[in-house]
């Protein structure tokens, strides 16, 4: 794996362009809902491989292994727990075999629905969760890892701790917020962010907020704090849910593109999508950027 400082030597090449969605891509190439996304990837590589393709292509240089929720607690509901390490790994490997050329972030998400993972008694449970990972994402040749969509504080402190166990290298982190900067679960999301800054985080910042005219405004309000490369990826603006209860998301990709252009003028160093976005998105994205 990268070390922080062989990170941002890319960082400072000029690679600053994460992908986008993966689950709401997966579900419109028949995912059904609810189901583990790790386990239907496995048994339908060649939509994984196409989606991955199709943002190396647009010019993502960052793709994060489709690995969410591949946590022991996680896929011990589909009996596949005990397979955890090796999940991971060929996760890993698939994405490596759909990109080559670019870097592979094992990807780690919030165990809030398997457990209450703001509970300080849930520490070591969670440590070994994401301990158990990271050793398959590591096995499988992840170049850093990415925990995202995290919600409690803990979470982060806990993959942390996960990873400095297992001698991993670089480790992003983000988290949902509010637009005023604030977690869900009520921090100050800066704060936060400032604290794994100090711990060593690579990169930091957030995922899976509405992509709207606020987002701006909250890279400026995180930059304002962050020195380390300052992470955005918000969704396609503010989903509907349709008679088959899915989420739609309306945002097109010139108005996507408008709007990272605004975050990237804020001080986002890191750009891509999250729920809604397409490999159109960050094409439209990276060629506003560059234009």
């Known amino acids: ?10 960082i400072a090449g000029g690679l600053r362009f994460l992908d986008g969605a993966t689950g709401s891509n997966l579900r419109a190439a028949g995912m059904p809902k609810g189901c583990s996304t790790e386990e239907w990837v496995l048994c339908h590589p060649e939509v994984l491989v196409s989606l ?13 292994a489709p690995t969410f929720q591949g946590q022991p607690i996680a896929l011990k509901a589909i009996v596949l727990e005990r397979q955890t390490e090796a999940i991971n790994a060929q996760l890993v490997a698939l994405s490596r075999s759909a990109a080559p050329g670019c870097l592979i972030a094992g990807d780690l998400t919030t165990l809030a629905a398997f457990c209450d993972s703001w509970n300080p008694e849930n520490f070591d449970l969670l440590v070994e969760n994401y301990r158990r990972q990271i050793h398959g994402l590591m096995d499988g040749g992840a170049d850093l890892l990415i925990a995202e969509t995290l919600m409690y504080e803990q979470e982060a402190e806990a993959i942390f701790a996960a990873a400095q ?3 991993a290298g670089a480790v992003m982190f983000t988290f949902t917020m509010q637009p005023d900067g604030t977690l869900f679960s009520g921090p100050d999301g800066v704060k936060v962010l400032k604290s794994l800054e ?3 985080a690579a990169a930091v910042g957030f995922n899976c907020v509405t992509g709207d005219m606020m987002t701006p ?3 400026t309000r995180l930059k304002q704090e ?4 300052l992470i955005c990826k918000p969704n396609a603006g503010l989903p509907t849910i349709d008679e088959n209860g ?12 408008e709007l990272m252009v605004k975050c990237a003028d804020n001080g986002a160093d890191l750009l891509g999508g999250c729920c809604g976005t397409t490999p159109a998105h960050i094409r439209a994205m990276i060629s506003a950027l560059r234009g």
């Open 1 to 10: 794996m990268l070390t922080n400082e062989q990170f941002r030597e890319k």
């Open 52 to 64: 991955q393709r199709g943002y190396a292509e647009a010019g993502s240089q960052i793709l994060y």
């Open 165 to 167: 166990l297992e001698n």
């Open 198 to 200: 100090e711990a060593g």
């Open 217 to 219: 405004y909250l890279v």
């Open 226 to 229: 962050i020195s380390v490369p």
């Open 246 to 257: 899915v989420a739609q998301y309306a945002m097109t990709e010139a108005e996507f593109a």
